[in-house]
């Protein structure tokens, strides 16, 4: 942990309060990572869920028949919220890829409720839970001039502390979360009541025990 402290106050530029994760020089992103699973789950058989879709980037190049996106607006095949879609869910996924409202809050709700319908050995991946700089992190959004990971990475310091999930973070397309649920008797923990008013620097102080791996390490934690 000592080490990789070490790298990030290297690699975070004080002056203009970014981190440096070099994203352009990764050579795989969050398509890649969702199909591997998808391979690893059923393959063409897989049930597959999506929620967030925009423009149907990776739903449309997901390589299963079987699949079902959420979004309020635009892509997928479901025009409604999130909360709407699972709350009246009956159907066991393989697969599900959370990428819709980029707050905390709602990310959260996203990832208990997915939990409650992921199939044994199923896998749940969340996107942006890497922010660089205190922009790409404000709620709400502040423009459109930039990515935006809003703060999602407060669920996934809750999920590093759970309980019965298995959960790590690719180093690759501003930071996918991996997460395997492997008993029913899981516990993710409610750090709210600190989390809701933190800002960048929170996430900065608690990076060093997010659970970072690189694809490599990622294809064999997948197995």
Same mark, same amino acid.
């Given at each position: 942990? %000592?080490l990789k402290?070490?790298?990030?106050?290297?690699?975070? !530029?004080?002056? &203009?309060?970014?981190? &440096?994760?070099?994203?352009?020089?990764?050579k795989?992103?969050?398509?890649?990572?969702?199909?591997?699973?998808?391979?690893?789950?059923?393959?063409?058989?897989s049930?597959?869920?999506?929620?967030?879709?925009?423009?149907?980037?990776?739903?449309?190049?997901?390589?299963?028949? !079987?699949?079902?996106?959420?979004?309020?607006?635009?892509?997928?095949?479901h025009?409604?919220?999130?909360? %709407?879609?699972?709350?009246d869910?009956?159907k066991?996924?393989?697969?599900?890829?959370?990428?819709?409202?980029?707050?905390?809050?709602?990310?959260?709700?996203?990832?208990?409720?997915?939990?409650d319908?992921?199939?044994?050995?199923?896998?749940?991946a969340?996107?942006?839970?890497?922010?660089?700089?205190?922009?790409e992190?404000?709620?709400?959004?502040?423009?459109n001039?930039?990515?935006w990971?809003?703060?999602?990475?407060k669920?996934?310091?809750?999920?590093?502390?759970?309980? !019965?999930?298995?959960?790590?973070?690719?180093?690759?397309?501003r930071?996918?979360?991996?997460?395997?649920?492997?008993s029913?008797?899981?516990f993710?923990? %409610?750090f709210? %009541?600190?989390?809701?008013?933190?800002?960048?620097?929170?996430?900065?102080?608690?990076? &060093?025990?997010l659970?970072?791996?690189?694809?490599?390490?990622a294809?064999?934690?997948?197995?």
């Amino acid at each position: 942990m %000592d080490l990789k402290r070490s790298i990030y106050k290297k690699i975070y !530029n004080s002056k &203009d309060g970014n981190i &440096d994760w070099k994203w352009h020089k990764k050579k795989f992103n969050r398509i890649a990572l969702v199909n591997r699973l998808i391979e690893k789950t059923g393959g063409l058989n897989s049930n597959y869920l999506e929620i967030g879709c925009d423009q149907n980037e990776l739903f449309d190049s997901i390589t299963c028949y !079987n699949k079902i996106g959420v979004d309020p607006v635009s892509g997928g095949t479901h025009k409604m919220t999130s909360d %709407d879609f699972f709350k009246d869910n009956k159907k066991k996924f393989n697969v599900i890829f959370i990428d819709g409202l980029h707050e905390y809050s709602q990310v959260r709700k996203d990832a208990l409720n997915s939990l409650d319908c992921i199939d044994e050995n199923g896998w749940i991946a969340f996107h942006d839970f890497l922010p660089a700089n205190y922009l790409e992190q404000h709620i709400p959004r502040l423009g459109n001039g930039w990515p935006w990971t809003g703060d999602c990475w407060k669920l996934a310091y809750e999920l590093s502390q759970a309980k !019965n999930i298995e959960f790590k973070i690719v180093e690759i397309d501003r930071g996918v979360g991996l997460m395997r649920k492997i008993s029913a008797d899981y516990f993710v923990p %409610d750090f709210s %009541d600190d989390l809701l008013k933190s800002e960048f620097d929170k996430f900065l102080e608690i990076l &060093d025990e997010l659970p970072l791996c690189n694809f490599d390490e990622a294809i064999s934690f997948i197995g």
